[in-house]
């Protein structure tokens, strides 16, 4: 029964705190009543967490748009992740693309040009969606997870002790008028003193004086205090920003691994296609498509001719011209730029003079333009009759 009323009269209490700080609240926002106002620090430290939080989840979502794009994908994933369990293992698109192009290689057949070069690509899809996995992983445990932590830990934190700040000032502001009001009446009760009423009114008016006195400076305490465990925390703001700093320092790192292995990858595939040997044979007689030059032709070395059109010459042309030790014209199907001094460069549509050198690579021939020799590679050549 104790507890009972205990609980009611706490409820009570707590109910009349609650109506008290919301009447204060709307006379505030009516112009009725004065308000507290923090000191210029303390705002600006309110203003500077509220801004970090707001471009942080902003940062943080569209990074995770970034890394992954799929929305259904990042989805399942939050649930699993509020389900504290790991989210099944997923092939990505490249690694997809990859699969799909080592199948229709396989299919066609390795020893055709055109099979080889989408295993080849297939192969090289996949390395990259290996790349992405890592650059994912790495990105969400190195700068994800931290801004994640201070969004959902550091800064509700700092939101409830905020708010637990501006529950104290309304309570402070409340005892104040409730002074000034008492004061106001204790005033006017002993400007009358022609009854004994109002001599009674002017003794209870002093005593709700003394009463909000009291109350006011408990309040002024409470709210005094809170304002320095707000400001306290706010002030770890600055901490937060240097420790993002470094986040950021590790996802700029890690994009950059991902970047450069993939631009390993693709260079080292650009190679492959660009030095297809002479004895694979094409899908069929045609040329197909017109040659799209690669982006990274200027930096790298071979322009990436287009798969199907990788073999112009038949085999049988190319090899008597192997053995026979002749020289033979041949139009340059695409630019090609010399890797190193003992290559020559070439244009697409010129004539040069080909022949072949006893132990040269099979892959390539010969090449001369007037003065200027070096070796070319075959893939970008048609034999003339």
């Not at 104790?2 to 009349?16: E, Q, R, T, Y």
């Not at 080849?120 to 994640?148: H, M, V, W, Y």
């Amino acid at each position: 029964m104790n507890i009972m009323d205990f609980n009611v009269k706490k409820l009570a209490a707590d109910a009349g705190t609650f109506l008290s700080r919301a009447v204060q609240f709307t006379e505030e926002k009516l112009g009725q009543a004065e308000k507290t106002e923090l000191d210029a620090h303390l705002e600006n430290l309110l203003s500077k967490a509220e801004c970090t939080k707001i471009w942080t989840e902003k940062i943080m979502k569209q990074t995770e748009v970034l890394l992954q794009p799929n929305p259904n994908a990042r989805i399942e994933e939050f649930v699993y992740e509020k389900l504290d369990r790991k989210a099944p293992s997923r092939i990505n698109n490249p690694e997809l693309l990859g699969q799909y192009m080592i199948d229709a290689g396989t299919e066609f057949g390795p020893g055709t040009a055109y099979g080889n070069a989408l295993i080849k690509c297939g192969e090289t899809q996949k390395r990259i969606g290996t790349a992405d996995r890592e650059l994912i992983q790495t990105s969400a445990l190195n700068f994800l997870t931290p801004l994640r932590n201070f969004i959902e830990g550091d800064y509700k934190t700092i939101a409830k002790e905020r708010k637990l700040l501006q529950n104290k000032r309304l309570d402070l502001d409340a005892a104040k008028t409730r002074l000034k009001k008492a004061k106001a009446a204790e005033t006017k009760s002993s400007q009358l003193n022609s009854a004994r009423l109002e001599g009674d009114n002017i003794m209870i008016w002093a005593e709700e004086v003394t009463k909000s006195e009291q109350e006011l400076r408990i309040t002024q305490s409470e709210f005094d205090r809170q304002a320095e465990i707000t400001r306290l925390l706010l002030e770890g703001i600055s901490s937060t920003h240097a420790h993002h700093l470094r986040c950021l320092n590790d996802f700029v790192e890690a994009q950059m691994t991902y970047y450069a292995q993939c631009y390993q990858y693709m260079l080292d595939l650009q190679k492959q296609l660009g030095s297809f040997p002479s004895n694979y044979l094409s899908n069929n007689n045609q040329s197909s498509g017109t040659p799209v030059p690669s982006a990274l032709s200027n930096a790298t070395g071979p322009s990436l001719a287009p798969v199907g059109s990788l073999i112009m010459s038949s085999p049988s042309n190319l090899n008597d011209l192997k053995e026979s030790n002749s020289s033979r014209k041949a139009r340059v199907l695409y630019d090609y730029d010399a890797a190193n001094s003992t290559e020559l460069s070439l244009l697409a549509d010129e004539v040069i003079t080909v022949f072949s050198v006893i132990g040269m690579d099979s892959d390539w021939l010969m090449g001369e333009r007037g003065n200027q020799k070096g070796k070319v590679p075959i893939t970008y050549l048609e034999l003339l009759n």
